[in-house]
């Protein structure tokens, strides 16, 4: 139990053009989700945190008019990364926490963002 | 500030045992995290601690201290397949996962 799915799993775009990632978890009702970028030998940092219909608390430096979160529902998040360009680029994660559980996230298989 | 430190590499041979060592600085403490992550991959959850003491999980065990803010991850029996990174990471008084940069493992033949 306590899948995650990510989709796409890699992506390749052209810089200006917006991408939309999808987080979903399979067998559980995720009332949080939380989304993660990770730059190359780098851990994973915390971009924004979603609540199922409320909106996403963002972490500083995170700009929320260009990476849009979309949390309509128990089982979908979605991450839209708006205007990209190649700074962009990176490996984003999804996680989700199920209702009632203050501790496991659950992690998607992650997405690789290149921007060209 | 909140801080979590672990090395930054080690290297270990086929067959030995390792410990990877986490030191912690945060506001509040629900728990302390064990990942495993691969090159390009999710991390996987191998263990979750938030008592005192020492969880074992098959060749993985995980040792806790809060009153020291420490933690290791001990590896047995290594294999070749256990060169990763293993991320520490701590639940902080607001649920959030304070994650370390991680600890690159390199298993030698």
């Known amino acids: 139990g306590a899948v995650v799915s990510q989709h796409p799993s890699r992506v390749i775009c052209k810089s200006g053009t917006s991408v939309k990632i999808e987080c979903r978890s399979l067998?559980?009702?995720?009332?949080?989700m939380f989304w993660y970028r990770q730059f190359p030998k780098q851990s994973l940092m915390l971009m924004a945190t979603s609540n199922e219909g409320s909106k996403a608390t963002y972490e500083q430096g995170v700009e929320k008019d260009k990476f849009l979160i979309n949390h309509a529902s128990l089982t979908l998040s979605t991450l839209t990364v708006t205007s990209a360009h190649p700074e962009d680029s990176s490996f984003y994660i999804c996680s989700a926490r199920a209702a009632g559980d203050y501790n496991e996230q659950f992690f998607g298989p992650g997405t690789r963002l290149t921007v060209l | 500030g909140q801080n979590i430190d672990q090395p930054t590499e080690m290297t270990a041979t086929e067959g030995a045992i390792v410990q990877i060592n986490c030191t912690y600085q945060?506001?509040?403490?629900?728990?302390l995290f064990w990942y495993q992550q691969h090159a390009g991959e999710a991390p996987t959850f191998l263990s979750y601690?938030?008592l005192d003491g020492l969880e074992e999980k098959g060749r993985f065990s995980s040792f806790l201290s809060r009153s020291k803010g420490y933690s290791y991850l001990l590896l047995k029996e290594l294999q070749m397949k256990d060169s990763a990174s293993y991320l520490c990471a701590v639940l902080d008084s607001n649920y959030q996962l304070i994650w370390g940069a991680g600890t690159k493992l390199i298993i030698k033949p």
């Open positions: 601690n938030v």
């Open positions: 945060t506001s509040g403490f629900n728990g």
């Open positions: 067998d559980f009702q995720a009332t949080t």
